[in-house]
């Protein structure tokens, strides 16, 4: 009974401190943009082809089947609750994986109950906690990550029951797998492989040949699942399509690794995912410290303690991949400090029973208020959000449900107010100006952009306004609605010479200037 009335407590945790997210239909841009592109899926657009954006394919498709249940708005609600059991299911993962932990150690009996054993519980009331410990465009969005960690740690559970004593084949194609499901919500997932190769190399370092076997089925698994996906890719005809915009992410992640930026950015970003879960790196630290620098005859017989170390280690090199170190990016590595931390955590319940508690309430309960008081909170914090409600009256005024809108700019929450069609086949204007987020060339009106444009983005915007014909075309650099002042239409003669020939001016909403396509 105890068993499950844990169980029931921390989905209670996990549905309060998420609760915000059940009200507000769109959480941040991220969102936007997936909801956006998963619309016009839905319409009939095909991914990578007609509409674009340079994340991998699984988001979009949650996003678009939600929506295809509920609607535009409702569809994002109903994303939101599976996005809480995603992380309810995830914390359950990682529970089942402490308890392994402990049993590799001799501290628990094989035979003991997984979900209710108090360390498998700790590990998941952390990763249910710390994973709110942020702003709510970062900690209770929809955002990749957290769908994410529902199959990489699922690789983790199966991989540590098929990798000992003995190799279970079918169990480590099926790690394999699970990353590679991974993988298509977030490439960074495939840290996971070389963490899987190093530690079956070293447990079977006696017998090359196992190794080696156990190497190609994880593998396998996983481009099982890789070469599935390019296949339903290549019968929809937009496999070129994708490798196109999968190599912009190699663009993106150069660009935000200018030494001259990222030390800077590391500080402050870094300080923001810490110190409200202080308690849980405190913790990991403190445990990843002991099995590194501890007694060697200490170290667990399958030396999964030095793997969950190993896992700490590739989570935090995944979060740092473009030295943009947005919050949500530390899910990946939340998770396995959970599992390291839940020991000591489980001890401080008994002897510092309030200092646990504070730790975490204090922090959990901060960051559930700044959800629920967000616009005043952002306009304390100096960046308040743009009126994209008033934008999204005027554009209902001037077109109709099935008019296309273009929206100049990096604006994609406009696109879900408005609910209009895309007039173009992008959903933000960053391929076309070369800004990247986080870094100067957002920050800085000084910064040159240029050498991010993809200049083949001109020409599939060219083609989009003579094919599409949008009937609105609304420019957000008068305003510097997301830092788009730098960037106004007369910087690029091609867009010039077209809003000249085919638009006029129809007035200004909200720092927005509003064009409306002349009459053929």
Not at 42 to 68: E, F, M, N, S
Not at 298 to 324: E, N, Q
Not at 473 to 496: C, M, Q
């Amino acid at each position: 009974m105890a068993k499950y009335r844990g169980i029931l407590l921390l989905l209670t945790a996990c549905l309060v401190l998420r609760a915000v997210a059940l009200v507000r239909p769109c959480l941040s841009d991220d969102e936007a943009t997936y909801c956006v592109v998963g619309r016009e899926m839905l319409g009939g657009r095909v991914l990578y082809r007609d509409v674009v954006d340079h994340k991998p394919p699984l988001i979009y498709l949650t996003y678009a089947a939600t929506q295809a249940l509920g609607g535009p708005v409702g569809g994002m609600r109903l994303l939101h609750l599976v996005s809480i059991l995603v992380v309810f299911a995830t914390a359950l993962l990682l529970g089942r994986v402490a308890r392994r932990l402990a049993v590799d150690r001799g501290e628990v009996d094989r035979g003991e109950a997984g979900s209710g054993n108090p360390e498998a519980l700790a590990a998941a009331f952390l990763y249910v906690v710390f994973t709110t410990t942020l702003f709510d465009f970062d900690s209770l969005a929809a955002n990749c990550e957290l769908f994410m960690m529902l199959p990489l740690t699922g690789s983790v559970l199966v991989y540590l029951r098929s990798a000992l004593p003995e190799m279970a084949r079918a169990g480590l194609v099926a790690a394999g797998a699970l990353v590679g499901l991974a993988m298509l919500y977030k490439y960074q997932a495939g840290v996971q492989l070389p963490l899987f190769f190093l530690h079956l190399a070293w447990i079977h370092r006696r017998r090359p040949g196992r190794v080696l076997q156990g190497w190609l089925l994880l593998g396998g698994g996983t481009l099982l699942v890789i070469g599935a996906c390019l296949g339903v890719m290549h019968l929809a005809g937009d496999l070129q399509d994708a490798w196109f915009w999968f190599r912009f992410n190699f663009a993106y992640i150069r660009e935000g690794l200018q030494l001259s930026e990222v030390a800077g950015r590391a500080v402050g970003r870094l300080s923001y995912a810490i110190i409200p879960a202080l308690l849980l790196w405190w913790l990991g630290a403190r445990a990843v410290a002991r099995t590194l620098f501890g007694r060697t005859e200490l170290a667990s017989p399958g030396r999964l303690d030095h793997f969950s170390a190993g896992w700490i280690l590739v989570s935090a090199l995944a979060t740092t991949v473009g030295g943009r170190f947005f919050g949500h990016y530390f899910y990946q590595v939340v998770a396995p400090l959970a599992v390291v931390a839940a020991p000591g955590a489980r001890r401080l319940w008994v002897s510092r029973r309030a200092l646990l508690l504070g730790a975490t309430a204090v922090p959990a309960g901060a960051f559930l208020l700044a959800g629920v008081f967000h616009g005043p909170v952002m306009a304390a914090g100096g960046q308040p959000d743009p009126d994209y409600a008033a934008m999204a009256a005027f554009v209902d005024a001037h077109s109709g449900p099935g008019d296309r809108l273009v929206i100049w700019g990096n604006a994609p929450v406009l696109y879900f107010e408005a609910d209009r069609p895309l007039g173009s086949r992008f959903v933000f204007s960053n391929y076309l100006t070369g800004l990247s987020p986080a870094t100067r060339t957002q920050s800085d009106p000084r910064a040159d952009s240029s050498a991010n444009v993809v200049g083949e983005s001109w020409d599939m915007l060219e083609r989009d306004l003579e094919d599409r014909r949008p009937r609105l075309f609304v420019d957000t650099s008068p305003g510097n609605i997301a830092s788009y002042g730098k960037f106004p239409p007369a910087k690029y003669p091609r867009l010039e010479a077209i809003l000249e020939r085919d638009y006029v001016s129809i007035g200004q909403i909200a720092g927005a200037q509003v064009l409306e396509l002349r009459a053929r």
